[in-house]
């Protein structure tokens, strides 16, 4: 089994307002590009289903450069590998079944969780745009809803090339996520000492200011995901979970445009 020679605590620590930085910062791209660029996009005849993974690829695509480079300085510096700054060690199999029994009691939480979905927007206040692409309302039930309400603007079945744009956007968004918010920031917090986990996971959930309607599953996923590269210093088993995660979610879409 090959070892990681990464020590978290060698790495330069970040305070709390470079911290709150950390997570505001890309918090603020996305809010901009998901609230205020793509309803202009909509209003000028774009159908959400499209403008949505395009505008989420191209801000993407940043986000996945910067932690890779400020990784590689940083493993420059220790002395490491990329790969051991980017919190790749390999795991043996009593971690992996560590992390995957914890990932799935956090699945099983988040998926109860989706109960509360509704009565939160409710007492909250929250409401999901128009603007925004069906699969992001939890209100909405693909399965049984009429393809014509779900993209009035737009013919789903038969669009096989949106299989290969989600396909993209997909992996943009766990790389970011993964590489960004846990192996880029989550060892530069541990100078926070055992509830680093705890605020990057709480924090990583109200990152997702532009729909903060799906807080309830955010959170109880976001602090799972966290607890597990915080106890194995590896993101693999966070990256596998939750490639499997969104590849169901937008399962329902595949399925829409083939069916």
């Known amino acids: 089994m090959e070892k990681s ?3 978290w605590a060698e790495v330069k620590q970040l305070n709390l307002f470079q911290i709150s930085l950390a997570f505001a910062i890309p918090s603020a791209i996305a809010f901009t590009g998901f609230r205020v660029v793509l309803p202009m996009v909509y209003n000028n005849g774009a159908a959400p289903i499209v403008a949505w993974p395009v505008i989420a690829s191209i801000m993407l695509a940043g986000f996945t450069l910067a932690p890779i480079v400020m990784m590689r300085r940083e493993a420059v510096e220790l002395g490491i590998s990329l790969k051991e700054r980017m919190c790749l ?14 990932l799935t009691g956090g ?6 969780s989706a ?3 509704p009565a939160w927007i409710s007492v909250s206040g929250l409401t999901v745009p128009e603007y925004f ?4 309302n939890p209100t909405v039930d693909p399965m049984a809803t009429p393809l014509s ?6 013919q789903i079945k038969g669009a096989y090339w949106l299989i ?5 956007t997909l992996f943009l968004n766990i790389l970011v ?3 960004y918010f846990r192996a880029w920031l989550l060892p530069k917090m541990i100078s926070l000492g055992g509830i680093s986990w705890v605020v990057n996971g709480v924090a990583f959930a109200f990152y997702h200011t532009f729909q903060l309607w799906l807080l309830p599953q955010l959170i109880p996923l976001s602090l799972i995901m966290a607890f597990v590269v915080y106890k194995t210093r590896s993101i693999w088993p966070a990256f596998a979970i939750h490639l499997i995660v969104n590849s169901l979610n937008v399962g329902a879409i595949i399925f829409l445009i083939v069916a």
């Open 107 to 112: 699945l099983v939480v988040a998926g109860a």
């Open 89 to 102: 060690k390999p795991l043996d199999r009593k971690q992996w079944i560590f992390a995957v029994l914890v």
């Open 5 to 7: 020679s990464f020590n």
């Open 164 to 168: 290969g744009l989600f396909a993209v």
């Open 133 to 136: 692409p069906f699969f992001l």
């Open 177 to 179: 996520e993964e590489l």
């Open 115 to 117: 109960s509360i979905v």
């Open 149 to 154: 309400q779900l993209s009035p603007n737009f």
